[in-house]
């Protein structure tokens, strides 16, 4: 006589512990979104911001797919405030989903701390590159239609450096450098903060079987 399949115990426990770590994680990202500051020698729309990092952290603890969440629900709440006519966020959304997507897969295969360097950095790249043709094609374009043409959004480049008289030249002396430190940089303070908080993971996990299992 054949039984239905009983779920799997741990199951229900381990989802309610993702459940928790990325709506903490995302509440987090929302927070660095909105501490951006400019960067020397860039366009002043070119900020700098630290929130991919809990991206990266939740797809290294969860998955890649929930990097990709965190970086979404990020880019909602800030929507939500938007002074970009949203363009600065489906600009953050491509290149963080990109980012903590390459870093996640990578990491999955083999999770030590030498494939977790060797996962960001790739992804800090890949990042990088992408940022060339999402600006080039969707960004710059959307923005230009919105904020005064192509020569307004080169005028801005152009007042740092007159050479950058297209947009190719303008995103590469630009844009793909800013986007590889910036990935660089939340890589920095991801390897150095992300062991105490995966054994804070580890806890909440433990806390939250416990309570199930009293329950």
Known sequence: MSTAKKPTPSAPKSNITKLTVTAMLAAVAVVLQY???????????????????????????????????????????????????????????????????????IYKRNKTKKTALIACLCASVCMALVSLPSNYFIVSPIYAQLFGGM???????????????????????????????????????????????????VQMNNAINRRTNRA
């Open 151 to 201: 020569e307004t959004i080169l005028g801005l480049y152009q007042t740092i450096l007159p050479a950058a008289d297209t947009l190719w030249k303008a995103l590469l002396i630009f844009n793909v450098p800013f986007t590889l430190v910036k990935g660089l940089l939340c890589v920095l303070v991801t390897m150095l903060i992300y062991k105490p908080l995966s054994r804070l993971f």
């Open 35 to 105: 501490l951006e500051f400019g960067v020397p020698l860039v366009p002043a729309f070119l900020k700098m911001d630290l929130s991919d990092i809990p991206e990266l952290i939740g797809a290294f603890i969860i998955g890649p797919v929930g990097g990709v969440v965190i970086c979404l629900v990020k880019n909602l709440v800030h929507l939500l405030f938007s002074s970009s006519g949203f363009v600065g966020e489906l600009s953050n959304f491509m290149l963080g989903a990109v980012f903590v997507l390459v870093a996640g897969l």
